[in-house]
């Protein structure tokens, strides 16, 4: 039996669009870590009008009181003060003016950020996850929908953030460096175009990803992060986490552990009909990096001398990547007959660890409406947004 409502997910909408647009889009940025204050200061930046959300207003107290953010940056990159729309901790005033919003939480917010949107989200308006994880996009439209979100809204994720960079103090970001092609799908894909319409304003660095399953499934913080913590986890405890993550902690037997993961991460992809990146050929894509293998292809990565592992296992790479990443792949997997027992041992690991069930918490399809549809029901609602019985 399929869940109640399950045809009409997706909603089509004329109201978007640039060839519709006659001002200057306002953004939202939902979001006022690292990478939120980054985004909100640049777009200010770049001359559009940006509201900044927080949900505890006192981190966004030394925005509110100067008016904006100043921004550092990479030789060239750009810099100064962004001066915002506005700084807010009320949900309804950051996105009444909103024409694009921006969601820059952990993925493990994603859901609250959509039951706190859904009163207040307009007809027309775009939510755009950065990033979406795995099936991020999925599972805010089904809390949109669960909370009676009025809104004819198209929600869209990308595959990784724009970004890296880091918040110098209250009013204050630094951007290391923003990539030069991120791909973004949005919900249904056959709406990503007039995404790109919007958000290639401001950042012509996105690019067609595709859909949301291919921009899920090619996650590789799922692979490098959960897996790579727990197996030095009495060297992060002893140390505090003071060794070379990727250098120290990547030796020829992890390496074997993450190639496995791979393996399954892109054989449950090819099972949806997908070809994944694997992480050989993401290393070769974005570092321009190669190896007789992967222990030796992370040991050729330049960039990754020098980065310190996590400071204690109470961390995202754990409670966030774990059941926002790992869980929905290894869901996806045995539900469309893909062994995927490396995977679910490194949950499994995971939940021991931190004494919680993170198959209870994480992105399940059954939790996401999902777990009784065929692989052409699947790629149909990912598509183009109905979910029609074969």
């Given amino acids: 039996m399929k869940p109640s409502g399950w045809r009409v997910w997706v909603k089509a909408t004329d109201n978007f669009g640039k060839e519709n647009m006659d001002h200057t889009p306002h953004f939202a940025v939902i979001g006022a870590g690292h990478g939120g204050k980054a985004m909100a200061a640049h777009l200010a930046l770049m001359e559009f009008p940006t509201t900044l959300y927080?949900?505890?207003?006192?981190?966004?107290?030394?925005?509110?009181?100067?008016?904006?953010?100043?921004?550092?940056?990479?030789?060239?990159?750009?810099?100064?003060?962004?001066?915002?729309?506005?700084?807010?901790?009320?949900?309804?005033?950051?996105?009444?003016?909103?024409?694009?919003?921006?969601?820059?939480?952990?993925?493990?917010?994603?859901?609250?950020?959509?039951?706190?949107?859904?009163?207040?989200?307009?007809?027309?308006?775009?939510v755009v996850l950065h990033p979406g994880r795995t099936c991020g996009a999925i599972e805010f439209l089904k809390v949109l929908r669960d909370n009676n979100c009025p809104a004819d809204v198209v929600v869209a994720e990308t595959e990784t953030f724009i970004y890296a960079s880091r918040s110098d103090g209250p009013a204050q970001s630094r951007i290391f460096r923003i990539k030069e092609a991120v791909p973004l799908a949005a919900l249904p894909s056959d709406r990503t175009a007039e995404?790109?319409?919007i958000i290639h304003l401001p950042y012509p660095q996105f690019i067609d990803g595709g859909n949301v399953l291919q921009t899920g499934l090619n996650n590789m913080g799922a692979i490098f992060h959960p897996a790579l913590t727990l197996l030095n986890?009495?060297?992060?405890?002893?140390t505090h986490g003071d060794y070379q993550f990727y250098i120290d902690g990547v030796t020829p037997s992890v390496a074997r552990v993450l190639e496995a993961l791979d393996r399954e991460r892109v054989t449950v992809a090819a099972a949806l009909g997908i070809r994944a990146r694997t992480a050989m050929e993401w290393l070769k894509l974005a570092y321009d990096t190669t190896g007789e293998d992967l222990c030796e292809?992370?040991?050729?990565?330049?960039?990754?001398?020098?980065?310190?592992?996590?400071?204690?296992?109470?961390?995202?790479?754990?409670?966030?990547?774990?059941?926002?990443?790992?869980?929905?792949?290894?869901?996806?997997?045995?539900?469309?007959?893909?062994?995927?027992?490396?995977?679910?041992?490194?949950?499994?690991?995971?939940?021991?660890?931190?004494?919680?069930?993170?198959?209870?918490?994480?992105?399940?399809?059954?939790?996401?409406?999902?777990?009784e549809l065929s692989v052409n029901e699947l790629t149909r609602f990912v598509i183009d947004g109905v979910l029609e019985p074969d």
């Avoid at 986890?233 to 002893?238: A, F, K, L």
């Fill in 297 to 371: 292809a992370i040991h050729n990565q330049p960039g990754y001398y020098g980065i310190k592992a996590p400071p204690t296992l109470n961390h995202r790479y754990i409670f966030e990547d774990v059941p926002m990443s790992l869980v929905p792949i290894a869901s996806l997997g045995q539900r469309y007959g893909v062994s995927v027992r490396g995977m679910d041992s490194i949950i499994r690991l995971a939940c021991i660890v931190h004494r919680t069930d993170y198959w209870r918490r994480g992105r399940t399809i059954e939790k996401l409406g999902l777990g």
């Fill in 54 to 126: 927080n949900r505890t207003h006192d981190h966004i107290l030394g925005v509110e009181r100067r008016g904006g953010i100043e921004l550092e940056s990479y030789e060239g990159g750009p810099r100064g003060f962004g001066k915002l729309a506005k700084a807010t901790s009320d949900m309804a005033e950051a996105l009444k003016d909103a024409d694009m919003i921006m969601v820059v939480v952990p993925s493990s917010a994603h859901a609250d950020v959509a039951r706190s949107a859904a009163p207040h989200l307009k007809d027309g308006q775009i």
């Fill in 195 to 197: 995404v790109l319409d």
């Fill in 233 to 238: 986890s009495g060297w992060i405890e002893s």
